[in-house]
């Protein structure tokens, strides 16, 4: 099953403080969209929207990925 992901990031300056990186993914297969500041908002969207639409098995953990 194939699940297909649209990723941005974009950089927001102010005079206040250093810029700030941003982000949004979309799910094309539900129209769902995410506006994120951490990457791990961004890592739990994606997790969660593949448990749900049931696309095999779960994915692996990110300490799985280090070994």
């Known amino acids: 099953m194939r699940q297909v992901f649209i990723v941005r990031f974009w950089h927001e300056a102010s005079r206040e403080r250093p810029g700030t990186w941003r982000g949004s993914v979309d799910h094309l297969d539900s129209g769902r969209r995410l506006y994120f500041a951490q990457l791990e908002e961004l890592e739990s969207f ?19 990925a280090d070994e």
């Open 46 to 64: 994606i997790r969660k929207t593949l448990e749900k639409g049931g696309a095999g098995s779960p994915l692996p953990s990110p300490e799985a």
